[in-house]
């Protein structure tokens, strides 16, 4: 997988999302909506911190696109993401029709870590994003921010145990 500088950019910013989430509370994931001439439309970070654990930035993105963008507009569009996303956030992309999908870093890796850390696993399972929406162009992880991400999952848990 080789990405452009610009692309790269905008994973790096899904990281930014990701640790301004953090510091309100919230778990650390950040995406960025990119449609096909490369404009940032639209981007969100993690919001479950108020109970709602269906707030993924994935999830609002899929909504967002589903009233402001065309069909055609969805399907070449990139969803840049600081994780892959999660078996919903799949679902919700691929009802919606969007395009290509970038994260920074995998489920597995956040199983492993969180693992590590002695956090239970979440209450649904981790799919690769192919189970669900077996269509779409999935690229990730990108192993240059593999250690920003995981210092942010270990920051959060850190945090809540102590």
Request: charged share 25%; with cysteine.
């Amino acid at each position: 997988m080789m990405l452009d500088d610009v692309e790269l950019g905008h994973l790096r910013r899904c990281v930014e999302l990701a640790a301004e989430a953090l510091e309100a509370g919230d778990e650390p994931f950040g995406s960025v909506l990119v449609g096909e001439d490369g404009t940032v439309l639209a981007e969100d970070r993690n919001r479950v911190g108020g109970g709602d654990m269906t707030r993924h930035p994935e999830f609002e993105l899929a909504r967002w696109a589903a009233v402001h963008m065309t069909p055609e507009a969805r399907a070449k569009a990139t969803v840049f993401t600081s994780g892959e996303h999660c078996p919903m956030c799949a679902a919700a992309h691929g009802w919606v029709g969007l395009g290509r999908i970038v994260y920074a870093t995998s489920a597995r890796q956040l199983e492993a870590w969180l693992a590590e850390l002695g956090v239970p696993p979440f209450p649904v399972r981790a799919l690769p994003i192919g189970e669900i929406v077996p269509d779409v162009q999935v690229e990730g992880p990108v192993p240059e921010l593999a250690d920003r991400m995981r210092d942010l999952h270990r920051r959060r848990h850190a945090k809540l145990k102590g």
